[in-house]
């Protein structure tokens, strides 16, 4: 999914996001009926606090099959210290919805047997109707034209069905990355305002059926490079007030999500040149601007920051708005809860990196020009699918490192 985040102030930069996903459906052994959990566990406060993210045994098999086969030491087995890093899983199609019963059995397993610290489930929901609405490179399986927000509702529904039988879980949610920036800053695109009702319905319908005691939910907020600008920021925290005020402010609706599958610092002290322009030039800039107006519209200011893939700073971006497999960066910070900023859940992992943004062949349909440009690696393949260049490219300029 590619969010663009084209605004009047973002206009000489081109600012935008991205956020790519799994488009590979992968294979998981047959679950059993899972037995009703003998306790409910209700969150409230941090969910990251005292807790790990479970790593993803998909984005480890990758790792496994794809990657330590063609790294040579010392990064075959830094590769391996990559695959115990927790990461959020993205449901970015009806099919992989079975993963999440999966996993949370899993999950369970391993905090009946003593995990310390106890471990919680982390996933992405990304399957809106007419999703990616400003770009092409990770277009969705449904259409609006084709009964696209029922199908969507269905597809929350069985996502509710998975995590019902495990309410002793705790599990984080990112909700629909790039979906409401792009109805602050992209309304002008044909696309994004035909889907602008399918999308407020649909995460609306997402923040009420999916609003479970052992749940917390973090909406997506862009970073700062597409609603920081001055312009953008308090149509956003608008727009986000209004949808948590129209789903009846939902109790398990913690907060935002910020820099989903970008590049962005979370604190840098020189503003680089390619942000000119916005005064919210890092993720901590944004987030502490944006808290106050979340708060003038009851909406929880909470945060989450995605730092998979900003460990080296400032970027090799000509452009702020450049988003697609962005030469030069690196792993950032591990999953933490110690952000040293109190509106700051947790640095996490969102973007599981070696997952590429989008192809860089020309002829592709899901071709972005964003994909081709001097400041993104190639040749590249499809979004979502395995870039092994990319993923040699994260591991050896992580920072820290591995």
């Not at 605004?7 to 790519?20: D, E, K, N, P």
Request: net charge neutral; glycine share 8%; charged share 10%.
């Amino acid at each position: 999914m590619i969010g663009k985040a084209l605004s009047v102030a973002a206009l000489a930069v081109g600012a935008q996001a991205l956020v790519a996903s799994p488009v590979v459906t992968p294979a998981v052994s047959a679950r059993a009926e899972a037995a009703p959990a003998a306790t409910t566990t209700t969150i409230t406060g941090n969910i990251f606090s005292g807790r790990q993210i479970y790593a993803n045994p998909y984005y480890a098999s990758e790792i496994s099959a794809s990657a330590i086969p063609s790294l040579a030491a010392p990064y075959n087995t830094k590769a391996s210290a990559v695959a115990k890093v927790g990461t959020f899983n993205w449901l970015d199609s009806a099919a992989k919805v079975p993963t999440v019963g999966t996993y949370l059995a899993d999950i369970r397993k391993q905090n009946q047997a003593g995990a310390s610290p106890p471990i919680i489930g982390a996933f992405v929901v990304y399957d809106l109707p007419n999703r990616d609405c400003a770009a092409a490179a990770s277009n969705g399986e449904y259409s609006i034209a084709n009964n696209g927000l029922a199908n969507y509702k269905t597809y929350i529904d069985n996502i509710k069905a998975q995590i019902t039988p495990y309410s002793d879980v705790p599990v984080a949610l990112i909700v629909e990355p790039d979906s409401l920036a792009n109805l602050v800053t992209n309304l002008n695109v044909a696309n994004c305002s035909a889907a602008q009702d399918a999308y407020k319905q649909g995460v609306t319908y997402a923040m009420q059926q999916l609003n479970l005691p052992n749940v917390q939910m973090y909406l997506d907020a862009g970073h700062a490079g597409w609603l920081g600008w001055s312009a953008n920021i308090q149509p956003a925290a608008q727009l986000f007030g209004s949808l948590y005020t129209s789903a009846g402010k939902p109790s398990q609706v913690r907060g935002l999500a910020t820099n989903v599958a970008n590049y962005n610092a979370f604190s840098i002290a020189s503003c680089p040149s390619y942000t000119q322009g916005d005064a919210n030039c890092d993720e901590k800039r944004y987030v502490n601007a944006l808290a106050p107006l979340l708060q003038q519209q009851g909406f929880p200011a909470h945060f989450v920051t995605d730092t998979s893939r900003n460990g080296v700073q400032p970027t090799q971006q000509q452009a702020w708005g450049d988003w697609c497999n962005v030469v030069g960066t690196g792993f950032g910070v591990r999953p933490t809860s110690n952000t040293g900023d109190a509106l700051v859940d947790a640095f996490v992992w969102i973007k599981p990196g070696g997952e590429g943004d989008g192809t860089s062949d020309t002829s592709a349909a899901r071709y972005d020009f964003h994909c081709g440009l001097s400041d993104a690696l190639q040749p590249a393949p499809q979004a979502g699918t395995w870039f092994q260049a990319y993923f040699a490219q994260l591991l050896k300029n992580a920072n820290p490192a591995f």
